[in-house]
């Protein structure tokens, strides 16, 4: 995976059916990047949900999240509406996990990204990764742990 | 490994003996299916463990995905400014299914609770705010998903079936008791 202190690589992806999103959108934010492996995960209160109600959180360190996996702008869509999801997913899907193989998150064997994620400074430098093991949710506390010491050093 | 931020403190909702052996803290949400499921499990074990064993109840209420979840976690705080917060937790996970505005107000009425006092607590910004810090101290605590439990501070990532929370809880107990005959 990249390291930290590398510049993220800029990328666009569908954000849905008719739109598309660079990264660059958001210079000057910081940004919460989650790789996932997939949609429709059946745990109640899996982490792109988990994320879901902790966006006012992250709106208090200036940042934006960006939910990132291999599945389709339709599926996303549809799973973005069913889980009353308010924040962007962003399709990996053409060429499959391009993007995910960038930042050196993508599992061949499974073709599916790990569950992997990058905080980014405003200008747009990696400052925290972390790969956890694709069972399990990593919760959110490193995140928060990240953006605090990105405020403060400021 | 995840740990719980901040300790248990008197802030808290508990039950049994703050200087037992053990403290298990779960954070939940009410209208959780899972909590739902663990909650005659959490039962019995507080039962079994009486002695031994204290249990913390935090709220992480999953707003979006479940309407209710956080009117519950308001409510059994209305419910605690009355001395009844465990009457309540118990109430509402009993009748999950069931959870709504006006039967949140029926599990009042049938503690017997003042009625007008617990309205108004009901829609206090400060009970809301507390559910909220709680929240934030379980993203801290790097809660995963509900139910999270931790066992004297440190998270328990297995599953929430009796047997294996009781041998957490019974290898946390004898790790106790050996570092104290050290000491």
């Known amino acids: ?154 | 490994m995840a740990k719980l931020k901040p300790p248990v403190s008197e802030q808290d909702h508990m039950k049994g003996d703050p200087r037992a052996h053990v403290i298990l803290v779960e954070y939940g949400d009410f209208q959780c299916p899972h909590c739902g499921a663990a909650y005659p499990i959490v039962k019995q074990i507080v039962k079994d463990y009486k002695e031994k064993m204290a249990f913390v109840f935090r709220h992480f209420p999953l707003a979006e995905a479940h309407p209710f979840a956080q009117a519950a976690a308001v409510a059994s705080e209305a419910a605690a400014n009355q001395g009844k917060f465990w009457q309540m937790h118990a109430l509402i996970f009993e009748n999950q299914h069931l959870l709504g505005l006006e039967m949140l107000l029926q599990l009042a009425e049938s503690l017997k609770l003042d009625m007008k006092t617990f309205e108004h607590d009901f829609r206090d910004p400060k009970m809301f705010k507390k559910v909220e810090d709680q929240f934030e101290s379980g993203i801290m605590s790097g809660v995963n998903g509900t139910p999270s439990f931790y066992i004297n501070g440190i998270k328990y990532d297995d599953s929430y079936d009796y047997d294996s929370l009781t041998q957490a809880i019974d290898k946390a107990i004898s790790k106790n008791a050996a570092s104290k005959t050290k000491a």
């Not at chain 1, 599945?71 to 999801?85: I, N, P, S, T, V």
């Open chain 1, 1 to 154: 995976m990249l390291d930290v202190n590398t510049a993220a690589p800029d990328f666009r992806l569908n954000a849905t059916p008719d739109q598309k999103f660079s990264l660059s959108e958001l210079k000057g934010k910081n940004v919460i990047l989650t790789f996932y492996p997939a949609d429709w995960s059946p745990v109640c209160g899996d982490q792109m949900s988990l994320y879901n109600e902790m966006l006012h959180y992250f709106n208090k360190y200036n940042a934006d999240i960006l939910g990132i996996s291999v599945d389709g702008k339709w599926c996303h869509a549809a799973f973005r509406e069913a889980r009353k999801l308010h924040f962007t997913l962003l399709a990996d899907f053409e060429p499959k996990g391009a993007v995910s193989k960038l930042y050196g998150v993508y599992d061949e064997k499974k073709g599916q990204s790990e569950r992997a994620l990058f905080v980014l400074d405003a200008e747009g430098i990696i400052r925290w990764n972390y790969l956890s093991p694709v069972g399990i949710n990593p919760g959110a506390d490193g995140i928060l742990d990240a953006l605090e010491m990105i405020s403060s050093k400021k």
